[in-house]
């Protein structure tokens, strides 16, 4: 059985090696350099300290990871977040994205975030490094189209587009509450 949890920097090697296989062998990130483990603590430290960031762990150890960070880092825009998801290649198809997703917008909504955007690559062409089986995962879970960015990375000699897909979690309110980021609950409030 899978277990959710929040993320600790000890977990850095294991989901730097979830990362990398995305790194080295698909276009789903336009990242195309490893990142140090000292690099990946760092940049887990600083999302989690306001954001969520998830692990799932089932019987061979960490499978995947989910977290949020601001949109864009302006006052104005502090109910928005952007999602980020990572399933072990080979642990993909087993309802684990759905899970974590499930787990972060939970979350989410108790900080009060009210829109996530998701940026995903996409091809017109059939390719070997990237399918587009991320669009259809969103679109399962509510997600819409709102943006296509034609050829806006290149990776393994190919040209590759963006889209941007978000959710509504909540009412658009004139005078909305603070968000009230992750540092201010007891992690048992929220998982």
Request: charged share 25%.
């Amino acid at each position: 059985m899978a277990k959710i949890r929040f993320v600790t920097e000890n977990d850095a090697e294991a989901i730097l090696d979830i990362y990398k296989e995305y790194i080295n062998n698909t276009a789903i990130t336009f990242e195309t350099e490893i990142p140090s483990v000292s690099s990946f603590k760092e940049r887990i430290k600083t999302i989690s300290s306001s954001y969520p960031y998830l692990v799932i762990e089932d019987q061979d150890g960490i499978a995947g990871y989910a977290y949020s960070h601001d949109y864009y880092g302006r006052k104005a825009y502090e109910w928005s977040n952007e999602v980020s998801i990572y399933i072990s290649l080979n642990k993909k198809r087993k309802g684990y994205g759905k899970l974590l997703y499930k787990a972060l917008e939970d979350i989410l909504k108790k900080m009060g975030i009210l829109n996530l955007y998701a940026c995903i690559a996409y091809t017109d062409l059939p390719d070997p490094f990237l399918t587009n089986d991320s669009v259809t995962f969103h679109e399962v879970l509510g997600y819409k189209k709102i943006a296509d960015f034609k050829n806006a990375g290149n990776k393994f000699g190919r040209w590759y587009s963006i889209i941007w897909m978000e959710k509504i979690l909540g009412e658009h309110v004139i005078n909305p509450k603070p968000v009230k980021f992750i540092n201010e609950f007891k992690k048992e409030e929220l998982l």
